[in-house]
């Protein structure tokens, strides 16, 4: 996401490069280009004026600063102040008062709103530690009811469903009922989308919203259709007065208009952000950690949290004492693997790290790579798992014709393991230091495009 404007910025920084202090005419260079980046990235030109006058504001207020400082990076550092606070300034909570609490779901047809139900009862689930309920109240779509009892089942979330009734306000109040008398302490409920905004489309979730009283309500928007979700999101806020906005598919948007507009246009936050199709791809709207992505800094708190929801305690310990015996099994490394798919997509996890961003784009990061190892882990038998020492030819025969790898493919995977294992047995007892058992990864997962 955010890669055409994050190499129009970098471009634009690039204005500055021998300069020694920033002045009047390279700054209105930088802020020339810095505008036609925003405007490339499908930012209207009102806003993109606006936010390219206050940085050189800004920038001039800077003419006169220590020459230790270079004028790239003294811009940079103004750019992301303003988009931060261009995108809200800080992260907006959800509201999780009431009993239950009642969260509405609204948006146009294919903008994500079903998908992004069940990605927010996991993640309160998981997250938040509460007790979801489902509401289908698409009474017109024919897949919808599926889609949802589908999700729900996935995410281990109940739905509440009236497939005979067709009155959505009915459905919505019946199921808060149901909620409070089978504990449900948060009930998400999805409504229906049009093609487009049509006036009785509007009356509906204007009554289920009046009906319901909502703790929350919030438009679901689909970011790729770029100026027109910024559109789209002005006319909704105007009939229901929502609280907040979530942008799916972030990921397919190299522009990110939308992400950089909605808040200035509409005056409501961004709440949350999905980026795939997994269940658990959803993520609370930080616009400082974005306004980082987007001038290629990484996302490494983000990269950090991620890691911490995934680790276990009693398993590092254990895989500890492994490491340090020099005992490291394929078992363990398997775990290891379930582990960093938790985290995400491995391409999206490496753009986080600071520097890795460009990097990344030279690179073809073939998530199968994880798929092949697993593949030759689970060809052995638990004995070969537990005591790679009895690997021998004949083992290594038939787990290459279990996994449909070539016997090359199963000794480079195995000699890579082996010199991982030693090389973190040697860091072990190197004081603070170790190692992580992802260090072994095939080779031919990554190739350069």
Same mark, same amino acid.
């Given at each position: 996401?955010?890669?055409?404007?994050?190499?129009?910025?970098?471009?634009?920084? &690039?204005? !500055?490069?021998?300069?020694?202090?920033?002045?009047?005419?390279?700054?209105?260079?930088?802020?020339?280009?810095?505008?036609?980046?925003?405007?490339?990235?499908?930012?209207?030109?009102?806003?993109?004026?606006?936010?390219?006058? &206050?940085?050189?504001?800004?920038?001039?207020?800077?003419?006169?600063?220590?020459?230790?400082?270079?004028?790239?990076?003294?811009?940079?550092?103004? #750019?992301?102040?303003?988009?931060?606070?261009?995108?809200?300034?800080?992260?907006?909570?959800?509201?999780? +008062?009431?009993?239950?609490?009642? /969260?509405?779901?609204?948006? !146009? *047809?294919?903008?994500?709103?079903?998908?992004?139900?069940?990605?927010?009862?996991?993640?309160?689930?998981?997250? =938040?530690?509460?007790?979801?309920?489902?509401?289908?109240? %698409?009474?017109?779509?024919?897949?919808?009811?599926?889609?949802?009892?589908?999700?729900?089942?996935?995410?281990?979330?109940?739905?509440?469903?009236?497939?005979? +009734?067709?009155?959505?306000?009915?459905?919505?109040?019946?199921?808060?009922?149901?909620?409070?008398?089978?504990?449900?302490?948060?009930?998400?409920? $999805?409504?229906?989308?049009? !093609?487009?905004?049509?006036?009785?489309?509007?009356?509906?979730?204007?009554?289920?919203?009046?009906?319901?009283?909502?703790? @929350?309500?919030?438009?679901?928007?689909?970011?790729?259709?770029?100026?027109?979700?910024?559109?789209?999101?002005?006319?909704?806020?105007?009939?229901?007065?929502? $609280?907040?906005? #979530?942008?799916?598919?972030?990921?397919? $948007?190299?522009?990110?208009?939308?992400?950089?507009?909605?808040?200035?246009?509409?005056?409501?936050? /961004?709440?949350? #952000?999905?980026?795939?199709?997994?269940? %658990?791809?959803?993520?609370?709207?930080?616009?400082?950690?974005?306004?980082?992505?987007?001038?290629?800094?990484?996302?490494?708190?983000?990269?950090?949290?991620?890691?911490?929801?995934?680790?276990?305690?009693?398993?590092?310990?254990?895989?500890?004492?492994?490491?340090?015996?020099?005992?490291? $099994?394929?078992?363990?490394?398997?775990? *290891?693997?379930?582990?960093?798919?938790?985290?995400?997509? !491995?391409?999206?996890?490496?753009?986080?790290?600071?520097?890795? +961003?460009?990097?990344?784009?030279?690179?073809?990061?073939?998530?199968?790579?994880?798929?092949?190892?697993?593949?030759?882990?689970?060809?052995?038998?638990?004995?070969?798992? @537990?005591?790679?020492? #009895?690997?021998?030819?004949?083992?290594?025969?038939?787990?290459?014709?279990?996994?449909?790898?070539?016997?090359?493919?199963?000794? =480079?995977?195995?000699?890579?393991?082996? *010199?991982?294992?030693?090389?973190?047995?040697?860091?072990?007892?190197?004081?603070?230091?170790?190692?992580?058992?992802?260090?072994?990864?095939?080779?031919?997962?990554?190739?350069?495009?």
């Amino acid at each position: 996401m955010f890669e055409s404007l994050s190499d129009r910025l970098e471009g634009a920084f &690039k204005t !500055l490069k021998g300069e020694s202090k920033l002045t009047e005419i390279n700054i209105a260079q930088s802020v020339k280009e810095i505008r036609r980046a925003l405007v490339a990235a499908d930012v209207n030109y009102k806003i993109a004026k606006e936010f390219t006058d &206050k940085v050189k504001d800004k920038a001039l207020g800077q003419e006169n600063v220590l020459k230790a400082v270079r004028p790239g990076e003294l811009m940079v550092k103004i #750019v992301m102040d303003e988009l931060v606070e261009l995108m809200g300034g800080q992260a907006a909570g959800i509201n999780l +008062n009431g009993s239950p609490t009642v /969260i509405l779901i609204a948006g !146009l *047809q294919g903008s994500g709103k079903t998908t992004f139900s069940g990605k927010l009862s996991l993640f309160l689930k998981e997250k =938040r530690k509460k007790k979801p309920l489902l509401v289908a109240c %698409d009474v017109y779509r024919p897949a919808a009811i599926n889609q949802i009892n589908v999700l729900g089942e996935q995410v281990g979330v109940p739905v509440y469903t009236e497939p005979e +009734n067709k009155n959505p306000v009915e459905i919505a109040l019946k199921a808060i009922a149901h909620a409070q008398e089978t504990n449900r302490d948060v009930v998400i409920v $999805d409504t229906a989308g049009r !093609l487009s905004i049509d006036e009785a489309m509007m009356k509906e979730i204007a009554n289920i919203k009046e009906a319901i009283q909502p703790n @929350e309500t919030l438009f679901v928007v689909d970011s790729m259709t770029g100026q027109d979700a910024v559109n789209t999101a002005k006319a909704f806020n105007d009939v229901i007065n929502y $609280d907040g906005v #979530v942008l799916t598919k972030l990921d397919g $948007d190299t522009r990110g208009g939308a992400a950089l507009s909605v808040k200035y246009t509409v005056g409501k936050p /961004i709440k949350f #952000v999905s980026t795939g199709e997994q269940m %658990d791809t959803l993520d609370v709207f930080y616009p400082d950690r974005m306004a980082q992505r987007i001038l290629g800094m990484g996302d490494i708190v983000s990269f950090v949290e991620k890691a911490q929801e995934q680790f276990d305690e009693e398993e590092a310990k254990r895989l500890e004492k492994k490491i340090k015996r020099n005992k490291l $099994d394929f078992n363990d490394f398997l775990s *290891q693997i379930y582990q960093i798919r938790k985290m995400g997509d !491995l391409k999206s996890l490496m753009k986080m790290i600071p520097g890795m +961003n460009k990097m990344t784009r030279d690179l073809d990061i073939d998530d199968k790579a994880l798929n092949r190892v697993e593949a030759i882990i689970q060809s052995m038998t638990p004995q070969e798992r @537990e005591n790679p020492e #009895v690997l021998n030819m004949s083992r290594k025969k038939r787990i290459a014709m279990g996994c449909g790898q070539t016997m090359d493919d199963i000794n =480079r995977f195995i000699k890579q393991f082996d *010199q991982m294992r030693k090389f973190m047995h040697k860091m072990s007892k190197t004081p603070g230091m170790g190692g992580m058992p992802g260090a072994g990864m095939p080779k031919k997962g990554f190739r350069r495009k």
